[in-house]
């Protein structure tokens, strides 16, 4: 069975150091891996996927992902942390084929001035 | 804007009675998922349609039942509703099942 672990509840960064949220997986086969955003009170917004290819993937408002299969991570990260980043960030893991779309239990994260 | 469009944005009513919840896809996304998004359980997925055909089936309690028409909308019927129903009920789309899935504003439910 698939499963997606996102092991931190929150994170705390200051303004511009580096984002980076962790995400661990289990999937039987090659997954297809995504990231999410939510803000409050908003529906998910897609931020990037890993499909095949090229382990870094970079999305949108500057974050990217590094696909490891090794360590079987899809570590979200951005160079330098806005405030505006604070929000709900999801990990969401596919089987190839007709897996059901599973997320993660979602990391806040809070970015300090 | 994600292009996916759901109905009622918020719903209050009481225990036992049943709700539709109804999700306009993206123009073109052939598949619809389901969600349901509550404090101490997260992000649950329900069910998955693709093109009228239910395609994966999650932790859906069987009070629960969905369709996707042949129009593509697709709506989510909650019966004897319980307080524990209580949650944001989201909608996404896709092209296809293994592209991204575009989310809905959500679906607030108050079981009073």
């Known amino acids: 069975a698939q499963s997606v672990a996102q092991p931190e509840d929150q994170v705390n960064v200051a303004e511009g150091n580096p984002l980076t949220v962790k995400c661990t997986y289990s999937v039987s086969g090659n997954p297809y891996l995504f990231w999410y955003v939510q803000y409050p009170n908003r529906g998910l917004q897609f931020l990037l996927k890993y499909i095949t290819g090229d382990n870094l993937v970079k999305g949108s408002y500057g974050f990217e992902a590094e696909f490891n299969k090794s360590q079987t991570s899809f570590h979200l990260k951005k160079p330098s942390a806005l405030v505006s980043d604070s929000a709900l960030y999801f990990c969401?893991?596919?089987?190839?084929?007709?897996?059901?779309?599973?997320f993660g239990a979602g990391t806040q994260v809070v970015v300090t001035p | 804007d994600s292009g996916v469009t759901q109905t009622p944005k918020h719903l209050i009513t009481a225990t036992g009675q049943r709700v539709t919840l109804r999700c306009s896809p993206r123009s073109g996304d052939l598949s619809v998922y389901w969600y349901q998004q509550s404090l101490d359980q997260g992000l649950q997925f329900l069910i998955q349609y693709y093109n009228g055909e239910e395609r994966a089936k999650g932790n859906i309690l069987e009070r629960f039942s969905a369709q996707q028409f042949p129009d593509l909308h697709s709506e989510l019927n909650l019966s004897s509703l319980e307080l524990g129903d209580s949650a944001l009920y989201f909608c996404a789309s896709s092209v296809l099942q293994n592209t991204e899935a575009f989310f809905g504003q959500g679906t607030r439910l108050t079981v009073v």
């Open positions: 969401a893991v596919r089987e190839r084929g007709w897996g059901k779309l599973q």
